[in-house]
């Protein structure tokens, strides 16, 4: 099981940014896809954006060109830089590790960060 501990969540204001940072163990780091999943009250987990080791991002229509995934293999560690944030961004932010384990796909989760977008 990989083990992830997710950091970095506020209170922030419209058009303000984050950094959410999320340090994962457990596992051989760069073999993981790592991503960003966040959900709202009353709403579906939904995927926010995510990176497999050497590979490109890929990020839900509703973020890109304002959030960015990065990964830093050497300290087993993913980022979220959200900028010019929204109050529709207010979720509960989980980080996510799929990674194959025994010929099938496997899914491990952070505890979540709040993020509040709000004046």
């Known amino acids: 099981q990989v083990q992830l501990v997710e950091s970095g969540g506020g209170l922030v204001q419209p058009g303000g940014s984050l950094r959410l940072s999320c340090v994962a163990s457990?596992?051989?780091?760069?073999?993981?896809?790592m991503g960003w999943y966040r959900q709202a009250p009353g709403k579906q987990r939904e995927l926010v954006a995510d990176?497999?080791?050497?590979?490109?991002?890929n990020y839900a229509d509703s973020v890109k060109g304002r959030f960015t995934i990065s990964r830093d293999d050497a300290k087993n560690t993913v980022y979220l830089q959200m900028n010019s944030l929204r109050p529709e961004d207010t979720a509960v932010y989980y980080c996510?590790?799929?990674?194959?384990?025994?010929?099938?796909?496997?899914?491990?989760w952070g505890q979540g960060t709040q993020v509040t977008v709000s004046s």
């Open positions: 457990g596992y051989i780091f760069r073999f993981l896809v």
């Open positions: 996510n590790a799929k990674y194959r384990q025994y010929g099938t796909w496997k899914y491990d």
């Open positions: 990176i497999s080791g050497g590979g490109s991002p």
